[in-house]
T-cell receptor, first 114, second 117 residues
């Protein structure tokens, strides 16, 4: 158990819908990362937050957005869902205090868009 | 942009034997970290081993070791005395060491390792 929790574990929805994925980082970790793992794109970085502020952006679609709240949990919002958004979405966290920080991954949320 | 290449989509190894998974990367940075992650059928991402680019000595963690060739931009993973529990997808990953706070990982496409009893 990495200490990072993600809810829900599974999500099945229809095209055009909007969903929210939630991540609780390890206690004390300030940085949260979101990654998407899909069959055609592999594992790719979406976005990073550090202590409530956006720190880095990767291949995140405009239909996707994220935020980190004062209690440091993070939410990834996916809207106007398409079949191709079906993937495993990972959240990872790290202390954010040193460049040596290791990222700890949550168990992921499997999103299926029908 | 950094790229990570794993040219072996699948590998197999006999139980108790040794297997080496390959990884190459491309970067213009001089300081960075390289990782091998294991993803078993549970889909959990598990860190196997880490190498800091400024360290010449190859990292070792029990049965897992790496061969880091900085000039060749090569970072292979050797698994000795393979066990059935080693069967998984293995991802090579790169991370910049620059302290901008943006420390996301760049992943390769993965190598699926099968362990034959």
């Amino acid at each position: 158990d990495s200490g990072v929790t993600q809810t829900p574990k599974h999500l099945i929805t229809a095209t055009g819908q909007r969903v929210t994925l939630r991540c609780s980082p390890r206690s004390g970790d300030l940085s949260v990362y979101w990654y998407q793992q899909s069959l055609d794109q592999g594992l790719q970085f979406l976005i990073q937050y550090y202590n409530g502020e956006e720190r880095a952006k990767g291949n995140i679609l405009e239909r996707f957005s994220a935020q980190q709240f004062p209690d440091l949990h993070s939410e990834l919002n996916l809207s106007s869902l398409e079949l191709g958004d079906s993937a495993l979405y990972f959240c990872a966290s790290s202390p954010g205090t040193s460049k040596l920080d290791e990222q700890f991954f949550g168990p992921g949320t499997r999103l299926t868009v029908l | 942009a950094q790229t990570v290449t794993q040219s072996q989509p699948e590998m197999s190894v006999q139980e108790a034997e040794t297997v080496t998974l390959s990884c190459t990367y491309d970067t213009s940075e001089s300081d960075y970290y390289l990782f091998w992650y294991k993803q078993p059928p549970s889909r959990q991402m598990i860190l196997v081993i880490r190498q800091e680019a400024y360290k010449q000595q190859n990292a070792t963690e029990n049965r897992f070791s790496v061969n880091f060739q900085k000039a060749a931009k090569s970072f292979s993973l050797k698994i000795s005395d393979s066990q059935l529990g080693d069967a998984a997808m293995y991802f090579c990953a790169y991370r910049s060491a620059g302290w901008t706070g943006a420390n996301n990982l760049f992943f390769g496409t993965g190598t699926r390792l099968t362990v034959i009893p």
